[in-house]
C-alpha cells in the first residue's frame, strides 16, 4: 500500500503540540488588521485546542 501523503493545506493550518493535542490559530486575524484594538490582535495571535469533534478528521489528512 503507497504512503500517505500529508495534506499541506491542513498541515499549514494545524500543528500537534508536544503532548499530542491539535491546535489552531484564530481565524480571520489579517483582514482589516489596522482597524482593530490591540486587544483583539493579541487574542489572535494565541492557539487553542481543535474541538474534539474535528480532530479525528485533521488527524487523518494530516497523517499522524
Do not use: D, E
Not at 500517505?4 to 491546535?23: E, N, P, W
Not at 493579541?42 to 489528512?61: D, L, W
Amino acid at each position: 500500500m503507497p504512503k500517505l501523503k500529508t495534506h499541506k493545506g491542513a498541515a499549514s493550518r494545524f500543528r500537534l503540540t508536544g503532548t499530542g493535542k491539535l491546535v489552531r490559530m484564530y481565524g480571520n486575524r489579517n483582514h482589516m488588521r489596522r482597524k482593530k484594538r490591540p486587544a483583539v490582535l493579541r487574542k489572535y495571535s494565541r492557539t487553542f485546542p481543535v474541538a474534539p469533534g474535528q480532530a479525528k478528521k485533521i488527524r487523518r489528512v494530516l497523517g499522524v
